[in-house]
T-cell receptor, first 114, second 113 residues
Framework: AQSVTQPDIHITVSEGASLELRCNYS??????LFWYVQSPGQGLQLLLK??????LVQGIKGFEAEFKRSQSSFNLRKPSVHWSDAAEYFC????????????FGDGTTLTVKP | NAGVTQTPKFQVLKTGQSMTLQCAQD?????MYWYRQDPGMGLRLIYY???????DKGEVPNGYNVSRLNKREFSLRLESAAPSQTSVYFC????????????FGNGTRLTVT
């Protein structure tokens, strides 16, 4: 069975500081990995995705994620956080043929201090 | 460029009442999904529809029914609402390409008292 663990429920960083959100997954085959962001009162928006190829993936809003098969991880990073990045972030894993049946992590809430 | 549209945005029901959540997408996607989001639990799949005329159960289908009315619309019905169904409900769709991601609506916040 597939599963996703986001170890950090809540992270607080200062504006301008770097950010890393952790994601560990369990999946029997080649995983299809996503990061989504959810602003208050909104639906989830795709930040980036990985299926194959370069293990460092660039996304929107200056985010990137690195796939590490040996560690079963897909951590999300941003070099310099902006106040507008405050939101909830979800990692998900699934089959390439059916993104809708992905398994989502429980989310990490990011607070940005001025 | 509407994407996925859900109605209503908010709803309060009494236990035992029924209601239908509406979802429509304008991206010509075949696959549509209903999720519920509860605090600290991420998203859980309720039902999905791989194409017009087909529906399948997801992880948490009990207490819900769905209808894929046409390619654009996928509705979720609560026949007899229970307090345990208090949640935020999201509709989503995906394209047909192998690595198509999910496109989400803005959600319906449902409270059952």
């Amino acid at each position: 069975a597939q599963s996703v663990t986001q170890p950090d429920i809540h992270i607080t960083v200062s504006e301008g500081a770097s950010l890393e959100l952790r994601c560990n997954y369990s999946y029997g085959a080649t995983p299809y990995l996503f990061w989504y962001v959810q602003s208050p009162g909104q639906g989830l928006q795709l930040l980036l995705k990985y299926f194959s190829g370069d293990t460092l993936v660039q996304g929107i809003k200056g985010f990137e994620a690195e796939f590490k098969r040996s560690q079963s991880s897909f951590n999300l990073r941003k070099p310099s956080v902006h106040w507008s990045d405050a939101a909830e972030y979800f990692c998900a894993v699934g089959a390439p043929s059916n993104a809708g049946k992905s398994t989502f992590g429980d989310g990490t809430t990011l607070t940005v201090k001025p | 460029n509407a994407g996925v549209t859900q109605t209503p945005k908010f709803q309060v029901l009494k236990t035992g009442q029924s209601m239908t959540l509406q979802c429509a997408q304008d991206m010509n996607h075949n696959s549509m999904y209903w999720y519920r989001q509860d605090p600290g639990m991420g998203l859980r799949l309720i039902y999905y529809s791989a194409s017009e005329g087909t529906t399948d159960k997801g992880e948490v289908p009990n207490g819900y029914n769905v209808s894929r009315l046409n390619k654009r619309e996928f509705s979720l019905r609560l026949e007899s609402a229970a307090p345990s169904q208090t949640s935020v409900y999201f509709c989503a769709s995906t394209g047909d390409r192998v690595n198509s991601p999910l496109h989400f609506g803005n959600g319906t916040r449902l409270t059952v008292t």
